[in-house]
C-alpha cells in the first residue's frame, strides 16, 4: 500500500501524528449516532430480566428475517418456500436451513445488501481456504462496538475515556525498524498501540519500561503477546508502577495458562470475549468468571456434535442466518443461574476454529484446548511451544526452553505426547530460539496445514 510506504519513511513523531489521524477517522467511524443510542440503550437495559432478554431477541428476529427477504437477493431464493412470518422466536428457527460455509462461498456476492462503496469491508482469515469479504453497514459496526464497550463498561473501563495499552498491531511499526520505539500514539482513542510483531524476547524489556511510563488503565490485544510480556513479568519478579482495571485479550486463543500468567503478572482480572470478522453474535465473560452467549446480539444454536450457528442482529451488510462458522460451543447443562444474575446463558466451553488441531490415525482429532493443557505442565522450563502438522501421523513440536530446561524434560513430553497421539505417530521436538509469528503479528499455538 503507497500510503503504508510514505508512513514508514516518515520519521517517528509524524508517524505518532499520522496514527492519530487514522484514530480519528476510525473514531468517527464507530464512535457515530448508532453507537451512542444503544449505549444509552444497554445502560438501561436490565439483563437478569428474562422476559425483556426474549422480547428483544424475538423482535430483532422477526426483523432481521423481514429485511433479508426484501434486501438481500440470496436470501429471497433461499428462504422461498419458506414462509417467514411462522418463524417468531429462536425456537423457530430451526425450520430454516443451515447456511453452510460452502454456500457463502459462492454466493456472497448475492448476500450483501448493500455496495462495497457504502460498506465497511472485513476479511475473515485466510486459515480455512480463500479468504471471505464481509461488507457491513456503519450501523452494525457501531452497534458492536457498543456491545464491546457496554462490556468493558461492566468492568470498569470506560473505552475512549480512559488510557488504554492495545497489543494487536502489527503495521504500526516497519519491520526492520532499528530504533528501540516499539509503540505509536493514538490519541483520540486514549490508545498507545504496541507493535505485536515485535515483542520478541530481546525487546520485551522495552515494552515493560514504556507500559510502566505510560501506566494503562486498562490491556488488549493478543493474549500470546500479552502472555510474553507477563512470562517477563513475572520471570524477573518486577513488580510494576501501575495497576489496570482489567484485560481484555481479543482474536486469538486464550489458554489457561496465559491467563494464570498475565493476571500474575498484571495483579488484576482478564476478562475474555469471543466475537468475529463475519460479525457473529458476542459471548462475553461477566464479573463472576462465566462466559455468556449475548442475547442481544443475535442467537448462537449449539447444534450436533457442539457445532455452532451463528444468527447475527449487527450485521445487516452481509446477513447470516443459520451459519455454520466452524467453531464449537457447548452451553451449560441445566438452566443455572449465575451469581451475575445475567439471564444470558452460560457457556461452558467455546472451541476455536475447527482447523486447531492435530490429527492422528489412531487418536483422531486432539484439539489445541486439550494441547495448552499439557504445554502448562511445563510452563515452568518452557518460554512457548508450537504444534505443527504438515501430514498425517506427523508432527513437529517446537519449543523454546528456558534457561532451566533439562534434555530429560525432552523424554517426559515424548512420553506425554506418546500417549496423546498413539504410538504410530511421528513426533520431532525442535528447539528453537523463537517462534515466528503471522504477518498480522497472531501467534498460532496450532498450524494444521492438512485442515481444510
Ligand atoms: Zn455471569
Redesign the pocket.
Known amino acids: 500500500m503507497v500510503l503504508m510506504k510514505v508512513y514508514y519513511k516518515s520519521p517517528i513523531f509524524m508517524q505518532n501524528i499520522l496514527t492519530s489521524v487514522r484514530g480519528y477517522q476510525y473514531k468517527r467511524q464507530r464512535n457515530g449516532k448508532y453507537y451512542q443510542r444503544e449505549m444509552d440503550f444497554y445502560n438501561k437495559f436490565d439483563v437478569t430480566d428474562e422476559v425483556a432478554v426474549q422480547k428483544y431477541q424475538a423482535k430483532e428476529l422477526q426483523r432481521l428475517l423481514h429485511f433479508v427477504v426484501n434486501h438481500s437477493p440470496f436470501y429471497k431464493e433461499f428462504y422461498k418456500n419458506i414462509d417467514i412470518r411462522q418463524i417468531q422466536t429462536p425456537d423457530d428457527l430451526k425450520k430454516l436451513p443451515i447456511l453452510e460455509k460452502k454456500i457463502v462461498r459462492n454466493h456472497i456476492e448475492e448476500m450483501y445488501t448493500i455496495s462495497e462503496k457504502e460498506a465497511v469491508v472485513s476479511h475473515t482469515s485466510g486459515t480455512t481456504g480463500t479468504p471471505m469479504k464481509f461488507l457491513h453497514t456503519y450501523e452494525g459496526i457501531q452497534r458492536r462496538n457498543a456491545i464491546l464497550d457496554d462490556f468493558k463498561r461492566e468492568h470498569g473501563f470506560i473505552n475512549g475515556q480512559m488510557k488504554k495499552a492495545s497489543f494487536n498491531s502489527s503495521e504500526i511499526v516497519a519491520a526492520d525498524q532499528q530504533r528501540k520505539i516499539f509503540w505509536r500514539d493514538n490519541v483520540p482513542m486514549k490508545q498507545r498501540l504496541y507493535s505485536s510483531f515485535h515483542s520478541q524476547a530481546e525487546n520485551i524489556h522495552y515494552y515493560v519500561k514504556n507500559l510502566n511510563e505510560y501506566k494503562p488503565i486498562s490491556l488488549d490485544g493478543y493474549p500470546s503477546t500479552l502472555y510474553e510480556i507477563a512470562r517477563y513479568i513475572n520471570t524477573k519478579e518486577i513488580s510494576l508502577d501501575f495497576k489496570p482495571i482489567a484485560i481484555f485479550p481479543t482474536a486469538e486463543t486464550l489458554h489457561p495458562h496465559y491467563r494464570e500468567e498475565i493476571e500474575r503478572a498484571f495483579k488484576c482480572k482478564v476478562f475474555n470475549q469471543y466475537a468475529s470478522s463475519e460479525g457473529a453474535p458476542f459471548v462475553v465473560?461477566?464479573?463472576?468468571?462465566?462466559l455468556?452467549y449475548h442475547k442481544l446480539s443475535g442467537v448462537i444454536e449449539q447444534v450436533e456434535d457442539d457445532e455452532m450457528l451463528i444468527t447475527s442482529f449487527m450485521n445487516n451488510g452481509t446477513p447470516l442466518i443459520r451459519y455454520r462458522i466452524g467453531d464449537k460451543i457447548n452451553f451449560s447443562e441445566e438452566k443455572e443461574k449465575?451469581?451475575?444474575?445475567?439471564a444470558?446463558p452460560?457457556v461452558q466451553s467455546l472451541e476455536g476454529r475447527s482447523t486447531d488441531y492435530i490429527e492422528s490415525e489412531e487418536k483422531g482429532k486432539v484439539t489445541a484446548v486439550f494441547l495448552s493443557i499439557i504445554s502448562e505442565e511445563f510452563k515452568t522450563s518452557i518460554v512457548n511451544m508450537q504444534y505443527i502438522q504438515k501430514k498425517l501421523n506427523h508432527v513437529i513440536v517446537n519449543i523454546v526452553p528456558d534457561s532451566s530446561y533439562e534434555e530429560k524434560i525432552d523424554n517426559i513430553i515424548l512420553q506425554k505426547l506418546i500417549y496423546t497421539f498413539g504410538e504410530n505417530m511421528t513426533i520431532k521436538l525442535r528447539k528453537v530460539p523463537e517462534i515466528p509469528k503471522d504477518k498480522s503479528g497472531k501467534f498460532k499455538f496450532v498450524r494444521n496445514h492438512l485442515a481444510r
Open positions: 465473560e461477566c464479573t463472576a468468571g462465566n455468556h449465575c451469581a451475575c444474575g445475567s444470558f452460560i
